[in-house]
């Protein structure tokens, strides 16, 4: 009995050992499941074609991130820089429309678990900029220049953006200059020195020496001048002029209706046209064709309507978008189309031009052309018309008033070479183009009360000044002196003139020069 009990406990004692007090031997659960990383591409981007695009992935573990991958999954390929990096790149491919690629970045862990996520990036097209305007002079580098400048327009033209005003308050294009070279300048000379100031030809005529330059714009007139001063330095350049743009001279005022009926011809009498008319004996025109008309003004507002008695011979003369009444109203006055409605109410009916016909008229228009390439355009079109042209200026230089021969002299003489051409304007010759050109200009709206002729262009200032291009002394013309020209110019008369003697386009010479 006793030797039961003893087995007994001794079993009970075994059993409680193994029934929790000691477990160290139990076997663990299976161990928790890895989790992939958490990524991020980075946000959506919109980029230029053309440009660096950056990506930039990061990866979130528990554990440890051994790897990261990108891979285009769309649009046009690229090649992708440091594509095993977090920090990846490529460059925006040209596209012909906007264009979306997707690119993807995966993430792996220490555990081979991996994420991924996208990121798009849009490629948007740009418009390739426009070529650049004007050229480097054609021919060889040995060629003079003179020998091969020809008519030439590039089609550039000035915009208000590139005009500052001068501390004398004159308009001045920042990226045109005139440059004058000396007759001995080759193309290669010329070339390089274009180039050097990253220079372009934009308009040349065909015999002058002269040539305007399409520059880089300096920002403002200071640097502007720094500009000038290196291409005046050159050996092969005589002078040179920044872009003026000049402006247009104010009307003559009318008569007073109030106490002279003149309502119907009042501008008529503003402008001497009785004496306008007188002169047309000598123009000829019934047995010599009608002439062409060349006016240079300001219009803005594209090619005039019906009220004008004209054919229109190129449209792109005149400029739109920026109406202005000046040129239109001294069209009008030239060649004002009257009216034979019996209804018809209004005072543009009513006008009659002073040239009793059709006028064939090209224009040179302000808004188109700055001060020194519409003089070149003004030779071009005269040189090539073939034809008698009566040339109608109603601009100034822009220079200060009261008049400043310094300023107007220099642009005088660039005028008097661009309608003569270098050759005989260095002779001081008169050019074979003033043999059949009447210039009109606004002289008829000087008071003499103002001073001096030369204040009102630099197209009056070269008509009115001695022949010889160095002579720098102004003439003084009074407004009967420009009266008496116009009524003396008679055909079959020996032209009557002042003793100041007229030169360039001189208007008591018609009767011996304006034949052809």
Partial sequence: MRSQIVFILAAASILSGCSGLDRSNTPAGPPPENQAPTVNAGADQSVDEGTTVNLSGTGMDDDTITSYGWLQDSGTAVTITNANMADASFVAPTVTASEVLVFRVTVTDNDGATGSDTVAVTINDIAPPPPPVGILLPGNDTDLVLDIVYDYDSGDRTTPAEISISADGRDIDRTNVQIALLSTATVGEANTLLQSVGGLAVHM???????????????????????????????????????????????????????????????????????????????????????????????????????????????????AGNPTVHGYHVLGIISGRHTTDAAAVTNRDLVTGMYPGTLDVRTVDWFNFNQAAGELQIAKIVRRSGRRVVLNTSMHSGCPRPPQVACVRPLTLAWLEAIRGTFDFERGAKGASENFVLHITSAGNFKPAEGDITKTAVLTHSTMRPSSRRDSQPLTVQQSQMLRILLSSKTGSTPRHPSNRLASLRIPSIRATYRR
């Fill in 205 to 319: 005529a065909e015999g002058v020496n002269i040539i305007v330059v399409k520059i880089p714009d300096p920002g403002d007139l200071t640097a502007l001048d720094a500009v000038i001063a290196d291409i005046e330095a050159s050996p092969i350049v005589r002078w040179v002029l920044p872009g003026y743009m000049g402006g247009f001279d104010e009307l003559p005022a009318n008569y007073d209706p109030a106490t002279t009926d003149l309502t119907k011809i009042d501008h008529n009498i503003a402008v001497l046209a009785p004496a306008a008319w007188n002169a047309k004996a000598a123009i000829g025109y019934s047995a010599l064709g009608e002439p062409l008309l060349l006016q240079r003004d300001v219009f803005g507002n594209g090619q005039p309507n019906g009220d004008f008695d004209i054919n229109v011979l190129n449209t792109a003369d005149f400029a």
